[in-house]
Nanobody, 128 residues
Framework: EVQVVESGGGLVQPGGSLNLSCTGS????????MGWFRQAPGKEREAVAC????????YYGAASKSRFTISRDNTKRMLYLQMRTLEPEDTAIYFC?????????????????????WGQGTQGTVPS
């Protein structure tokens, strides 16, 4: 059974940083494209960033505003999201997602419908 689990959420003050991690089981990790998505109260789920199986292609959603970095380490079976200069608007549940290898151009598939396996989410909170 394929499972992905994210961690690293918490409360951070405005302007601070938060680093999220995700790992997978029941899959060959380096065969899967992966991404980070988030859902704020009253908002639809949106793409934060996606990365191809060998890190050849990345895509960042508009909400990142050049503040976020997605990366992966297939040897360690880990996906990461580094978030900097956080704002109250970044408060959301952050989800890790995966799907067996997509084409390299991450922008073409980085959407909620583009990935099949989802974690339960981890809460990131930035108070105003």
């Amino acid at each position: 059974e394929v499972q992905v689990v994210e961690s690293g959420g918490g409360l951070v003050q405005p302007g601070g940083s938060l680093n999220l991690s995700c790992t997978g089981s029941g899959l060959n990790f380096d065969d899967y494209a992966m991404g980070w998505f988030r859902q704020a109260p009253g908002k639809e789920r949106e793409a934060v960033a996606c990365i191809s199986w060998a890190s050849k292609s990345t895509y960042y959603g508009a909400a990142s505003k050049s503040r976020f970095t997605i990366s992966r380490d297939n040897t360690k079976r880990m996906l990461y999201l580094q978030m900097r200069t956080l704002e109250p608007e970044d408060t959301a549940i952050y989800f890790c997602a995966a799907e067996q290898t997509h084409p390299d151009r991450a922008a073409s598939w980085c959407a909620p419908s583009g990935l099949d396996y989802w974690g339960q989410g981890t809460q990131g909170t930035v108070p105003s």
